[in-house]
């Protein structure tokens, strides 16, 4: 084997750090489209339930064992929740970003917390990046951290105010150090592996269903060991990491107000394995939305090649059919949930396409030597060398493959084009002006059909649903803001004082009656 001297290294090195640098570099240019978009866009109602645990926490004081939120209703518990609980996942992010906007008052709470999810992605590229390069090589690599980077439904899920880009990336990291003590026998890749996936965990439980991985990476990496002592770490790891989330969901029992009811998400209209449940889970969501149809002809290429790596994508999609198996009908009624399977199909996406790769340029070259027309025979009329027409079929094959890539991009952004829509600029207008002329300490109902983003745009807390009018004030309610003139709205307005009323929205006082 040649050997290379330090300059050799150092420019190999410097080449790596600058591919990834641009996949990493391309990744942040294309999740700051649209990112100071306001909270009304796809899945708004899970975002705003989200930023205003930020908001409360940025208002009020940060306290992660009582997160609260803007909705004082019992829609989500079905219980009365005065006190606005939210005890779901733990507010680990919630909080940092509250850190940042009592640090710096200046920042726009929803930009700034687009951007730390965004930041959150390019970490869960950089450990993509660093788990396949550790199982497999720099080239798939590199591909995979490329397909993390471009694919439409990644770039949105990065930017949302949610807490999967969070989890994405704890949950990646998790893996990528395990991977690395496995090989090394590093006690802080332990460490850090460990901490990885309890944050993932609180974050969102269904991190757990990747379970599997872990099990495959220690039959693959792991040296069988006779003596039970020396796997101390590996039988500690599970229950390690399990543990806080274990505490969590015993401490949120003392909220039951706070605690959404999550019976539905697993099997409430009997969907299960139904065909409904194929087609919206690996038709409209698997084929067209996350892999532009196209894409698909990349997951089967990997059955190509039997070694470890292929191994690993077994056990990650033993995982990801289990998760979409018993939380069927949370998964067909959210598409954000798939969110957990982008960082398994990148990397089945990467591979196959190096795989495919290398089949075409086999394939090509081989034809070339047939034909004996070697493409620059047009121009040159010596006999080409072997090495210059490895070099035109390897060419020839990477524009085919540019050209897949590219199609199913473009069938990928037609669908997700439209989550960046905004379809409610009423409800921003009405938020605007109710936050505006009604005191911080206000209570407001805002009707949008039990849907809290236009409770959000007001920056108050309260109510989203516009009915027993007279219970609500009883609890606290002092202010009707609507953007529909309806029956109710005409007979509150004939009872209590307008604050403001326009072609757009009518804002009431529900403390002052007419007849005062």
Excluded at 35 to 48: E, G, K, M, T
Excluded at 103 to 126: H, K
Excluded at 309 to 331: D, E, K, Q, R
Excluded at 455 to 483: C, M, S
Aim: include cysteine; glycine fraction near 4%; hydrophobic fraction near 50%.
């Amino acid at each position: 084997m040649m050997k290379l001297d330090y300059r050799q290294l150092r420019s190999i090195a410097l080449n790596q750090f600058f591919q990834l640098g641009l996949i990493v570099l391309i990744a942040l240019s294309v999740r700051l489209y649209k990112i100071s978009n306001p909270v009304l866009d796809w899945h708004a109602f899970r975002q705003a339930d989200t930023a205003s645990v930020t908001r409360r926490f940025a208002q009020e004081g940060i306290d992660l064992a009582k997160p609260r939120y803007h909705d004082l209703s019992n829609i989500q518990s079905g219980q009365p929740n005065p006190e606005g609980y939210r005890m779901v996942e733990f507010p680990l992010v919630n909080g940092l970003i509250a850190v940042l906007i009592r640090t710096l008052p200046q920042l726009d709470l929803v930009i700034a917390s687009r951007f730390i999810s965004v930041l959150f992605s390019l970490g869960t590229l950089l450990s993509l990046y660093w788990l396949t390069k550790q199982i497999s090589n720099r080239v798939i690599a590199n591909l995979s951290a490329l397909f993390f980077a471009l694919i439409p439904y990644s770039i949105f899920y990065s930017r949302v105010i949610l807490p999967e880009p969070a989890m994405l990336c704890f949950s990646t990291l998790s893996l990528a150090a395990f991977v690395y003590f496995l090989k090394t026998r590093n006690n802080w890749a332990w460490i850090g592996s460990l901490i990885s996936l309890a944050l993932a965990a609180l974050l969102k439980p269904f991190a757990l269903f990747l379970a599997p991985v872990y099990l495959v990476l220690v039959l693959c990496y792991q040296p069988h060991q006779p003596n039970p002592l020396k796997q101390i770490k590996l039988w500690l790891y599970p229950a390690i990491s399990i543990a806080p989330l274990l505490i969590w969901r015993d401490w949120i029992k003392k909220f039951p107000s706070g605690i959404p009811v999550s019976d539905w998400l697993f099997n409430s209209n009997q969907i299960r394995f139904k065909p409904a449940w194929f087609r919206w889970l690996f038709y409209e969501r698997l084929a067209k939305l996350i892999l532009g149809f196209v894409g698909l002809i990349w997951l089967p290429i990997n059955f190509s090649k039997i070694d470890k790596v292929f191994w690993i994508l077994v056990g990650w999609a033993g995982g990801l059919l289990a998760y979409l198996s018993i939380i069927a009908t949370g998964n067909v009624q959210h598409d954000y949930y798939q969110v957990l399977a982008i960082p398994a199909l990148c990397l089945a996406s990467g591979r196959g396409v190096y795989l495919a790769q290398r089949h075409f340029s086999k394939k090509i070259d081989n034809l070339l030597t047939k034909l004996k027309l070697p493409l620059h025979l047009c121009v040159r009329k010596k006999q080409p060398s072997l090495f210059e027409q490895t070099k035109i079929s390897s060419f020839i094959s990477w524009l085919l493959i540019l050209a897949i890539f590219l199609t199913q991009l473009f069938f990928s952004w037609r669908v997700v084009k439209s989550y960046y829509q905004i379809n409610h600029y009423d409800y921003l207008k009405a938020g605007q002006a109710a936050n505006k002329l009604l005191p911080p300490d206000a209570k407001v109902i805002a009707p949008a059909n039990g849907d809290t983003m236009f409770l959000f745009q007001t920056k108050r807390n309260g109510w989203p649903l516009g009915v027993e009018i007279e219970d609500k004030i009883e609890e606290g309610a002092t202010h009707y803001a609507t953007v529909n003139y309806d029956n109710v709205a005409q007979d509150l307005e004939k009872k209590y004082i307008t604050v403001k009323k326009t072609t757009d929205y009518l804002i009431l006082d529900l403390t002052q009656t007419k007849n005062e």
